[in-house]
């Protein structure tokens, strides 16, 4: 942690993404030459430096204003008692599955 290295673009399949920020950062476009890569680095750094627990996630009510449609609230009710009844089944703690 705070140690020097070289700033890389990697890329990665979408559904690695676990979580988004609230936080918005702005980098060069072509991440290609090394002045880009070392700056959007640096930006970086000064977000975990801010906000050392990590950055804010993406909330959808309160971020993106979702919460007023009726149609989000009902998906996330219905999504949150099927999380619910999955976690209630007998074989949602069972080691061999």
């Not at 936080?23 to 930006?43: G, N, S, T």
């Amino acid at each position: 942690a705070g140690a020097p290295g070289s700033p890389l673009v990697v890329p990665f399949p979408l559904d690695q993404v676990g979580a988004l920020s609230s936080i918005r950062m702005y980098v060069a476009k072509d991440l290609r030459q090394p002045e880009p890569r070392k700056a959007a680095a640096a930006h970086l750094a000064e977000v975990l430096r801010r906000f050392p627990a990590g950055p804010p996630t993406l909330d959808p009510e309160e971020d993106l204003g979702a919460g007023d449609s009726e149609g989000f609230s009902s998906a996330r009710r219905a999504l949150e008692k099927a999380e619910r009844m999955l976690g209630a089944h007998p074989l949602a703690g069972a080691a061999t599955l």
